[in-house]
């Protein structure tokens, strides 16, 4: 018998269906603490969990038995990834499933914040007419600016359509072409800045975006302009945010998510102008039977048959291939996220080629883990195993794959080529001793690169004096070097350098390492 517990709120149609499951047997424990969690996780096969279940380090090393934690959602930042795959745990999510109930609660939230709906509803149960004071804006003509045109950004600009709004979308990755496809026109961030009169944002909360909504993009906007949050807190800067409300600079703010939840940040929700809800977007009954029965269904289907369905720590191979396979799996999806950091522009098209032994398997699955690497820096936790290929298919990229018999200098290559509409970039990986991923080649320079932890890429001339230099302005600014590589066209000719560093690179650090005479491009990864 299979045992899941199932940790947080949960619709009952997903309790239903590990109910009806031969061969399973479920638990509901909600509103349990850590130290009630790591007594019982012992005895358990699967985990399924909302948001409020943290899955640390901690509870995985006390969870001997357990094979999957499912998340009935899109959101794992409250599930250490990295420790249940050392331990070969699946974890599961279901994205797309609250998608129009979170585009829907956006919309509400314009609306409400625009007519003062909830100060009027407030100012009316404390006995108050005040009719004068809660005049609001029409939203016919006006323009909203969509950032992220993703599954829930493109539900939120379709919805704005039909309220007779001026649409304007900013998203990097997805081309001009698809957008138009779908009825909508992008601009650049700025435009949107400068011209929108409601800022919406939808992205995932990634390096790029942390801030991306700040004191500077503020500056930028037109006075009296809205914004709202319903995507991830820290895509709009809290602080920056109070400064522009309190200004007058913006006129009110509609936010359903937090820098930390539940927020602490009562100056910010405490404003007149701000509306807030605690994390709503996906609380609708249709939102969460979708995803409790995607996440029941998945979850069962791993423990009854072994299929692993929307899996972001594993593709869906037998356990038999996936072992022979794996090194190659890890090596296409580094390979995949280390690419789309280094390119710039919309990725239209992606050629793998593969030679050597690798051929001898099915390289289908090795494909998509490239996908899954390449849209992972974009989609965050939105792309796993199961989808990659249909949002890249969604996002009009082109995937070709080829095999080459030509006999290369490791036992097998992977070669990835990334085509945008700006530039065209490659790079090779190979398996060095059993399972360990290099890239080994990258354009035109041939390197031996480990693929892992934070790393810097610099373009430059191939002159005396840049290594040191380079060197120089890391160790003055404390940031030390975990692994350092070279390599150049030829003497006086473009130089590469690619190194590894313990710490994150502040964006000052890396403006002063732009500056450094004969340095081209400086672009910070992190793997
Ligand atoms: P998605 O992966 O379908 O779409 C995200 C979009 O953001 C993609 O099109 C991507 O290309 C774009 N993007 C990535 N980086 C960008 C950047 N720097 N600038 C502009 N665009 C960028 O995700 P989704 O399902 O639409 O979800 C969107 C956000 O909403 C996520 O953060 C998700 O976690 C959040 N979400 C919140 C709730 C809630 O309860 N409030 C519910 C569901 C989703
Ligand atoms: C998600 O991650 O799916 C949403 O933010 C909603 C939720 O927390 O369930």
Redesign the pocket.
Same mark, same amino acid.
């Given at each position: 018998m299979k045992k899941v517990l199932i940790s947080d709120n949960l619709s009952e149609e997903g309790v239903e269906i590990f109910k009806k499951t031969p061969g399973i047997e479920v638990d509901v424990r909600t509103k349990m603490t850590a130290d009630e969690l790591k007594a019982v996780i012992k005895d358990y096969d699967a985990l399924v969990i909302r948001s409020a279940t943290k899955v640390t380090q901690e509870i995985i090393d006390l969870a001997g038995r357990l094979k999957v934690v499912g998340r009935a959602?899109?959101?794992l930042d409250n599930v250490d990834i990295p420790a249940a795959s050392r331990r070969g745990i699946v974890v599961m999510n279901t %994205?797309?499933g609250?998608?129009v109930t979170?585009g829907e609660?956006a919309i509400s939230m314009m609306l409400s914040l625009v007519r003062f709906i909830p100060q009027a509803t407030a100012s009316m149960k404390a006995g108050k007419w005040e009719k004068s004071k809660f005049t609001g804006h029409e939203l016919m003509n006006k323009t909203l600016g969509v950032?992220? $045109?993703?599954? #829930?950004?493109s539900i939120v600009a379709d919805r704005a359509l039909g309220l007779k709004m001026k649409v304007i979308a900013?998203? %990097?990755?997805?081309s001009p072409e698809t957008a138009e496809k779908s009825g909508f026109t992008l601009a650049s961030?700025d435009e949107i800045f400068q011209t929108a009169d409601f800022i919406t944002v939808?992205? %995932? $909360?990634?390096k790029?975006?942390r801030g $991306?909504i700040n004191a500077a993009a503020f500056a930028k906007m037109k006075k009296g302009v809205y914004v709202i949050n319903?995507?991830?807190g820290g895509i709009i800067d809290e602080k920056d945010l109070y400064d522009a409300l309190v200004s007058g600079k913006v006129a009110g703010a509609a936010l359903? #998510?937090f820098m930390e939840e539940p927020t602490k940040n009562m100056d910010l929700i405490g404003l007149d102008n701000v509306i807030c809800t605690p994390? $709503?977007?996906?609380?609708t009954d249709e939102a969460q039977i979708n995803v409790a029965v995607a996440v029941a269904e998945q979850v069962s289907a791993y423990l009854t048959t072994g299929e692993i369905k929307g899996a972001v720590n594993f593709p869906s191979v037998s356990a038999e291939i996936l072992s022979v396979i794996r090194p190659y799996l890890t090596l296409a999806e580094k390979l995949g996220k280390f690419e789309a950091q280094l390119v710039s522009g919309g990725i239209e098209e992606l050629t793998v080629e593969y030679s050597g032994e690798i051929l001898n398997y099915n390289v289908a699955p090795i494909t998509i883990s490239l996908l899954k690497g390449l849209l992972t820096p974009?989609?965050n936790?939105? #792309?796993n195993y199961i989808n990659a290929p249909f949002v890249a298919k969604e996002r009009g990229i082109r995937v070709i794959e080829t095999k080459s018999s030509e006999v290369k200098d490791y036992t097998s290559m992977i070669s990835v080529t990334v085509k945008t509409a700006k530039e065209t970039i490659l790079a090779a990986g190979a398996i060095f001793g059993r399972q360990e991923p290099r890239i080994v080649r990258i354009n035109k320079f041939t390197v031996e690169v480990i693929p892992e932890g934070r790393m810097l890429v610099l373009y430059n001339t191939d002159k005396p004096g840049v290594v040191g230099n380079i060197g120089t302005i890391l160790g003055q600014n404390a940031v030390n070097i975990a692994r350092f590589h070279l390599s150049r066209e030829q003497v006086d000719g473009q130089a590469m350098v690619v190194l590894g560093t313990d710490s994150v690179v502040s964006p000052d650090v890396i403006d002063k390492l732009r500056k450094l005479p004969h340095v081209i491009s400086v672009t910070e990864l992190e793997m």
């Open positions: 959602g899109i959101g %994205p797309g609250n998608a979170t609660h950032i992220g $045109l993703g599954r #829930v950004g900013y998203d %990097p990755f997805i961030v939808h992205t %995932p $909360l990634t790029e975006t $991306l319903c995507a991830r359903d #998510v994390h $709503l977007g996906a609380s974009i989609l936790e939105g #792309v």
